[in-house]
T-cell receptor, first 116, second 106 residues
Framework: GAVVSQHPSWVICKSGTSVKIECRSLDFQATTMFWYRQFPKQSLMLMATSNEGSKATYEQGVEKDKFLINHASLTLSTLTVTSAHPEDSSFYIC????????????FGQGTRLTVV | KNEVEQSPQNLTAQEGEFITINCSYSVGISALHWLQQHPGGGIVSLFMLSSGKKKHGRLIATINIQEKHSSLHITASHPRDSAVYICAVGANDMRFGAGTRLTVKP
């Protein structure tokens, strides 16, 4: 299957700092990328959908000014957690798709963020 | 009520056993996914299906659109199959089930 690379795989940061997570599609052009968050022992929750070259669409309850998403190219989307707090500690996963509709999405390896 | 319900939540099996994990959903869908999440958190997409049945190695996934139900079967289970299996509905912006934690003992 197609490969999606997410980096870093884990990160520890201090409260108040910002953290950037990258999601790259290595062997296909991802017109749409998705960002998910998973708290311990809970299901994945969609945070936002980003289409290349346009603003991300955020799910209800997700602060767009706190979770900045940039999808500037067909192979790269970034999620920046700004002014991180301990409650932002979570597992963040991206997925990428070649297009809208019934096309398969491929997942990154995930990033475990710990804010201390 | 969750849009996607999985059962069982936890499943322990002996190596070699046939395993079934069920998924029911309450929304109209264009596709259903079965995902495998390993202890480190990484996710692998096992199947995407919108009708019928798909098979890959020892894994089989079926879906009944009318009944809004899907099953994931693992034949001849092995300890390396131990993982969390997640059902998700939607083509891209998926809604996820809570997952089934499978432990296969040698």
């Amino acid at each position: 299957g197609a490969v999606v690379s997410q980096h870093p795989s884990w990160v520890i940061c201090k409260s108040g700092t910002s953290v950037k997570i990258e999601c790259r599609s290595l062997d296909f052009q991802a017109t749409t990328m998705f960002w998910y968050r998973q708290f311990p022992k809970q299901s994945l929750m969609l945070m936002a959908t980003s289409n290349e070259g346009s603003k991300a669409t955020y799910e209800q309850g997700v602060e767009k000014d706190k979770f900045l998403i940039n999808h500037a190219s067909l192979t790269l989307s970034t999620l920046t957690v700004t002014s991180a707090h301990p409650e932002d500690s979570s597992f963040y996963i991206c997925s990428a798709s070649q297009g809208a509709g019934n096309t398969e999405a491929f997942f990154g390896q995930g990033t475990r963020l710990t804010v201390v | 009520k969750n849009e996607v319900e999985q059962s069982p939540q936890n499943l322990t099996a002996q190596e070699g056993e046939f395993i079934t994990i069920n998924c029911s959903y309450s929304v109209g869908i264009s596709a259903l996914h079965w995902l495998q999440q390993h202890p480190g958190g990484g996710i692998v997409s096992l199947f995407m299906l919108s009708s019928g049945k798909k098979k890959h190695g020892r894994l089989i996934a079926t879906i009944n659109i009318q009944e809004k139900h899907s099953s994931l079967h693992i034949t001849a289970s092995h300890p390396r199959d131990s993982a969390v299996y997640i059902c998700a509905v939607g083509a891209n912006d998926m809604r996820f089930g809570a997952g089934t934690r499978l432990t296969v003992k040698p």
